[in-house]
């Protein structure tokens, strides 16, 4: 058994409907039976009564909440014991995470620890490394969840949760491209759409460019707008430099996603500073984390 098969079977019963526990906890219909459905068998029980109009306590499901009220309210208590400088209060986790995070796996993994963990709260901010080193350094965050080249790693204590190719993501109006990759020689020939002047983004792309031998051609500086860069490569206005989970996330009719060639990768790594000792809700929420992303391929299976 395990602790969000608990709170799952507690939502259901509080909605009434398993569509209704997955909208409220940010996670898919299929992951929640399916879990509901594993608990059933290993309890050798059913829990609801499903029909195709509503969905009920059975007599063993009454029983099953009554004990599992119980142990939420004894894990809140715990975390409480631990973190908390008042009992009237909730740990709030800070965390930074970077531009078309929503467009990435990791969106449902936030959703789904905090979804998950109703003794806590989260506090996400979509910032910049630089930005979210500083605030690290000053105590304004208590993580941070970057992407940076292997050979730039910042000097935080830090877990790699990922390692990813570098796409090109383009519109398929453009001329020019190969519909199966982008050469790293071709980069150049295409304004690209990137972080504001001096962020770390820029710096990096900048760096890759004049590696290769290829003008650096930005026509937009602002990766925080993710909506409005994702029109401006409909529209053909230049192109964005993405991790593949993301690349492939914003691939439909109208826009392509093209691994670079020669590969070139990006780490995903979740930074902590070196004075906290993780406890608590702090350590679960980076083990989380980092479980997720080694349960892949597909984040589906993680979080099934």
Not at 266 to 291: C, H, S
């Amino acid at each position: 058994m395990e602790i969000r098969q608990v709170y799952y079977v507690l939502e259901v019963a509080r909605q009434k409907s398993f569509s209704g526990a997955a909208k409220a906890l940010y996670v898919t219909q299929p992951a929640i039976s399916h879990q509901i459905n594993a608990l059933e068998e290993e309890l050798q029980v059913k829990l609801f009564n499903r029909d195709t109009h509503s969905v009920s306590l059975t007599s063993d499901g009454v029983k099953f909440c009554e004990y599992a009220r119980k142990i939420i309210d004894s894990i809140d208590d715990l975390f409480q014991a631990f973190d908390m400088e008042r009992s009237d209060e909730k740990p709030v986790l800070r965390v930074g995470v970077y531009p078309f995070y929503g467009k990435s796996p990791l969106r449902r993994i936030l959703s789904s620890f905090f979804a998950a963990n109703s003794n806590v709260m989260g506090n996400i901010k979509v910032t910049d490394n630089y930005a979210a080193y500083d605030m690290l350094r000053k105590g304004d965050l208590d993580f941070a969840i970057i992407k940076c080249r292997r050979d730039n790693l910042p000097d935080f204590e830090c877990t790699e949760i990922d390692d990813e190719r570098l796409y090109a993501v383009i519109s398929r109006k453009m001329s020019g491209i190969n519909s199966n990759i982008m050469p790293v020689s071709d980069l150049g020939k295409f304004p690209l759409l990137t972080g504001e002047k001096d962020s770390h983004f820029y710096v990096e792309m900048e760096k890759l460019y004049r590696e290769n031998g290829i003008p650096f051609n930005v026509s937009f500086m602002n990766t925080s707008e993710t909506s409005l860069m994702q029109d401006m490569v409909r529209d053909s206005v230049g192109i964005i430099l993405a991790t593949e989970s993301t690349a492939l996330s914003l691939e439909d009719a109208e826009i392509a996603a093209l691994p670079i060639e020669p590969k070139q990768d990006l780490v995903t790594l979740i930074l902590y500073p070196d004075k906290r000792k993780l406890r608590g809700a702090y350590l679960a929420f980076r083990n989380y984390i980092a479980d997720a992303y080694k349960k892949a391929p597909g984040l589906d299976s993680a979080l099934d």
